[in-house]
């Protein structure tokens, strides 16, 4: 069910799904009941229920949506803002990848962790929904911010058009890569890292290649692909 989950700091985990908890996105052809029921299946398992992750619908762009309130909805995945990055104060939240990066951002407040999700392709990332979503956790008062960056292609899989890499490079110049067969590419760990690193935020961990782990769901792979999912939450 996860690929990687750890207690990063007292009473805040973060966590990374596999292909084992199943999809758990609403918006990919798949039966709505199964993907309700294995949202809540995992929240059974990280132990926030009766509690529910904050999902998002997510348009790779750079809205950042503050949840006020611990998720205690009824159903799993209501009332979904779109957004590409989501803002608590201690409220579990979770972000959707099939090879975007699902980032996660840990921060101290005045009265506790202070927490973000973030959905970071390559649209996101040239519009700045990092530094948005930064901004964002400090205006709600966050110190020490450090960042779990999960899986998602990689720069040696992730090939584009030459002129696309171009484009993107200019903005994002840590974003310029090529393939491992010598082709155009971008890599988005890598401008995601120097972002973090330009806003003064450490990068914690840093997950595997979608494309190259049959564990994770890869769009690039397989365009019917189901979600995976970022999550971070506090401890009750």
Known sequence: MFLWRAEVKPGVSVAFTDTGAGNLALHVGDDAGAVLRRRIRLEDATGI??????????????????VAEPGTGAEPGADAPTADALVSLGGPLAV????????????????????????????GLFSGVIPAAVEQMRAAGATDIRAWLGPSVCGSCYEVPAG????VSAVLPSAWSTTSWG???????????????????????????TLENDSLFSYRRDSRSGRF????????
């Open 183 to 209: 082709t155009p590419a971008l890599d988005l760990p890598g401008a995601a890292a120097s972002q973090l690193d330009a806003l003064g935020v450490p990068v914690e961990y840093r997950g595997p290649c």
């Open 96 to 123: 959707m990848v099939a090879d975007c990066i699902p980032l996660v951002l840990v921060g101290a407040g005045a009265s506790g962790p202070v927490l973000a999700a973030v959905h970071a392709g390559r649209p």
């Open 164 to 167: 696309l890499r171009e484009e």
């Open 49 to 66: 229920a009766p509690r529910r992750f904050q999902y998002m619908n997510q348009v790779h762009g750079n809205e950042v949506s503050v």
């Open 229 to 236: 999912a970022g999550l971070v939450w506090t401890h009750e």
